[in-house]
């Protein structure tokens, strides 16, 4: 079992940029991880994946502007959010589901998940 701790979170101005961090227990280099967010009265959706590989993927949305990656040797995984929106605004989680990462979706694949950290951005 893998437990998750997500940290980073803030508020933020719009345009500004926040890093979250993924802690996790033990490694998670054979899995598919994976950045979620959820915002009040809305759907969780997938923000980015990186696979066991280090393959990244990532919603529509965020492209361009949100980087994932993770540093295998500290067990953690990051999301570099950069020109932050409004529509940004959400509870982020973080996760772990088998060593594939399919198309980014809302995550009901995943296995293992953090508590969140909220990201605020003020316009």
């Known amino acids: 079992q893998v437990q998750l701790v997500e940290s980073g979170g803030g508020s933020v101005q719009a345009g500004g940029s926040l890093r979250l961090s993924c802690a996790a227990s033990?490694?998670?280099?054979?899995?598919?991880m994976g950045w979620f967010r959820q915002a009040p009265g809305k759907e969780r959706e997938g923000v980015a994946y990186v696979d066991s590989v280090g393959a990244t993927t990532y919603a529509d949305s965020v492209k361009g502007r949100f980087t994932i990656s993770q540093d295998n040797a500290k067990n953690t995984l990051y999301l570099q959010m950069d020109n932050l929106n409004s529509e940004d605004t959400a509870m982020y989680y973080c996760?772990?589901?088998?060593?594939?990462?399919?198309?980014?979706?809302?995550?009901?694949?995943?296995?293992?998940w953090g508590q969140g950290t909220q990201v605020t951005v003020s316009s």
């Open positions: 033990s490694y998670t280099y054979t899995y598919c």
């Open positions: 996760a772990a589901a088998g060593p594939k990462c399919g198309v980014v979706g809302p995550g009901t694949d995943f296995r293992y």
